[in-house]
């Protein structure tokens, strides 16, 4: 395994000490997987946490926090690289490709003032022979370190996603690797590391909310700790919002839309979004780490029925595309048609993206 790199140590910043009204999230345990009562407790935490708040934290897996740091290391020095360098790595964003890097300023979040964003967002895909296009003409920063970039990604499949899809099978009454097999990491399909930073505005200036409530599109998005206190979730039975908690040794996971469409409903993707960070973090940058897991680009979205246990969970269930009577997008089809949707240039407003299916940013 690549030794971690050492560009310059990353400093976390420290937590806030505002007095913020906390999602109270459960944490699934990977190292309690050696027994089958064991996958069974936090199959129910698991499910328990999907149903009710759509976020949990995990732990417990065989990746050390100095490789994270690596990680973050990596992406504070990419983000400092000029911005020229950095365009040249723009993809096709009008046209749903996101591989790359995507500019601050093009979207418009306050359509009165006309107020643009100051998010940067580099994503790199997974590391297969169909995507070495992709990772051809990186700059140094991350060209350098890419064999420890891509056993980084590696280790979040194998050691957090792996075991969380097996989870999610037996909660769902499914054979145990049934969500496993959609989303082998030989499988082409979409998944990426990404690299986020939230620049922070000037005194006075910015926006409450730096990114608009919105559902993920695969199935699990994993993010790395973050002290700089700003994502938030909605509560799936009250509509309210609640900050997410910075927790040691622990990534935060959410469901996401492909994960819906595959249940029913049954498992919700969650409404998040990002807040401005309270006062005494207003005037740091904020730098995400994060992993989004897709299945295979040709799996059809609908409803899960091979396997499904008669009077379980998702017998009789129907996804928003089945109800409608519409065609199911295969995975690659949803994901061109959001990301096109959330790519646009200038204010987003709600749209039907696909027949049957209208997506929108929540206040």
């Not at 944490?27 to 499910?47: C, F, M, P």
């Not at 297969?128 to 003409?137: R, V």
């Not at 910075?246 to 819906?260: E, K, Y």
């Not at 009077?311 to 990301?339: D, H, I, S, Y």
Request: hydrophobic residues 35%; negative net charge.
């Amino acid at each position: 395994m690549p030794a971690p790199v050492h560009l310059y140590s990353y400093d976390y910043v420290p937590e806030t000490r505002e007095p913020l009204e906390w999602a109270d999230l459960p944490t699934v345990d990977l190292s309690q997987l050696d027994t089958d009562e064991g996958k069974r407790a936090q199959a129910e935490i698991l499910i328990g946490a999907l149903r009710t708040k759509g976020f949990f934290y995990v732990r417990g897996y065989a990746i050390a926090q100095e490789r994270v740091d690596a990680q973050l290391a990596i992406g504070q020095r990419f983000y400092e690289l000029p911005l020229e360098e950095k365009l040249k790595l723009t993809p096709d964003l009008e046209n749903g490709d996101y591989n790359g890097y995507r500019p601050a300023g093009r979207r418009i979040i306050d359509e009165k003032t006309g107020l643009r964003d100051q998010v940067e967002v580099f994503n790199m895909p997974k590391f297969l022979p169909a995507f070495a296009h992709k990772h051809a003409n990186y700059p140094s920063v991350i060209a350098d370190h890419l064999d420890e970039i891509e056993q980084f990604a590696r280790d979040l499949h194998t050691h957090i996603l792996d075991p969380l899809f097996d989870l999610t099978s037996l909660a769902l009454g499914l054979p145990e690797h049934y969500l496993r097999s959609l989303h082998q990491y030989s499988n082409v399909s979409e998944d990426h590391l990404r690299y986020m930073k939230y620049s922070r505005y000037t005194d006075g200036e910015g926006p409450a909310l730096w990114s608009g409530g919105h559902t993920d599109l695969g199935t699990y998005t994993l993010l790395a700790r973050q002290p700089v206190a700003a994502l938030q979730i909605q509560d799936h039975a009250t509509g309210k919002w609640a900050w997410v908690k910075p927790q040691d040794g622990t990534f935060t996971v959410n469901a996401c839309d492909a994960l819906s469409f595959l249940t029913g409903g049954y498992i919700r993707s969650t409404i998040h979004r990002v807040h401005a960070p309270p006062r005494d973090q207003a005037h740091v940058d904020r730098l995400g780490l994060l992993y989004f897991a897709r299945p295979r680009n040709d799996l059809v979205l609908a409803t899960i029925r091979d396997g499904v246990v008669a009077g379980g969970v998702l017998e009789g269930r129907r996804n928003v595309f089945e109800e409608n009577g519409q065609k199911v997008p295969t995975m690659q089809e949803w994901v061109v048609a959001k990301q096109k949707w959330q790519q646009r240039a200038g204010y987003t407003k709600p749209e039907t993206i696909l027949p049957g299916f209208e997506e929108r940013y929540y206040p």
